[in-house]
């Protein structure tokens, strides 16, 4: 059993390890194939498809080196340094990032059920890129930054590049997730759940901002996950909204000019639609409670 999940691995091998050290060594070995081991969720779901092509698994489940939650400085930055091994659940538990994190840490709560809290680790979800709930759009409004290592050394990649990049699963050990020392104090979830599989999404946003000493948001940043089209960071739209608040400006017409965008990028069949419809309407409803009407 690892995190909490039972499956048959008779005609695997297994290799568990207790160090970043040891595990990079054996992914390095280039006779033989390997899928890495933690909370055991997707490998579960590949052995059960028999989908799960490689000759061994490597259980990293042990390595105390990827269960640390600490503050870190990295080019004259502070960062919460979140291990890599950890649950959700034990992240969502952690005292300081209730703290520093309200709002990521509620996303978590909510993200799927307590035995998927228990099972999910944040390096697991990452390296194969599957979100649960609004995960991935709340760490790409924090600006998470995925920490990877290999036998050639660390990368930092930021969560979106990490997430767009072409390959589903990319060489080498995610390590930890770093997340920038910030204040935010405005933190907003909108969601639409499937009415069949309500524990599923159809549309979900997150936006965040910063109040400043008169009570005025400023530096709003928004994401959003939809089944279809994925995890997306609106910077261009973020820019906008933005400049419309620190000018006391409706965004009306920005959220228009968003749906046209929307249309192209997306198409226009009846699903397309839809989802475009969804979408605009959260982001609408959610800038409204954070920052206003929107009214011309």
């Not at 909370?39 to 990827?66: F, Y």
């Not at 909510?110 to 390096?123: E, I, K, Q, Y």
């Not at 060489?171 to 104090?185: E, M």
Request: hydrophobic content about 40%; overall charge negative; some cysteine.
């Amino acid at each position: 059993m690892v995190e909490g999940v039972w499956f048959n691995m008779s005609n695997l091998s297994v290799l568990r390890v207790k160090s970043v050290q040891e595990t990079l060594n054996l992914l390095a070995e280039t006779d033989v194939t390997s899928k890495l081991l933690s909370g055991g969720v997707s490998i579960t779901l590949q052995i059960r498809n028999g989908n799960l092509t490689c000759d061994r698994l490597i259980d990293i489940s042990g390595v105390e080196e990827l269960k640390s939650i600490q503050p870190v400085q990295i080019n004259g930055k502070t960062f919460y340094q979140i291990g890599a091994g950890l649950s959700l659940s034990h992240v969502a538990k952690n005292s300081e990032l209730k703290s520093k994190f309200p709002g990521l840490v509620s996303v978590i709560k909510t993200s799927s059920d307590p035995a998927r809290l228990n099972a999910f680790t944040l390096g697991g979800l990452l390296t194969v890129k599957r979100n649960t709930g609004n995960l991935f759009p709340a760490l790409a409004v924090l600006e998470a930054v995925i920490q990877v290592q290999n036998t050639d050394g660390e990368k930092l990649i930021p969560i979106m590049e990490w997430l767009t990049q072409v390959k589903k699963e990319s060489s080498g050990l995610i390590t930890a997730i770093l997340l920038p020392d910030q204040s935010q104090t405005g933190w907003l979830v909108k969601e639409v759940k499937r009415r069949q599989m309500p524990g599923e999404l159809i549309a979900g946003v997150v936006l965040c901002s910063v109040k400043d000493q008169n009570d005025v948001q400023s530096d709003l940043r928004l994401a959003s996950v939809v089944d279809q089209f994925g995890v997306q960071r609106w910077t261009a739209i973020e820019e906008k909204i933005n400049q419309a608040v620190a000018a006391n400006d409706s965004f009306h017409s920005i959220m228009n000019d968003f749906d046209v965008q929307l249309q192209l990028r997306w198409g226009d069949g009846l699903d397309a639609q839809y989802r475009r419809q969804v979408l605009t309407a959260l982001i609408t409803r959610g800038l409204q409670e954070m920052i206003g009407s929107g009214e011309e």
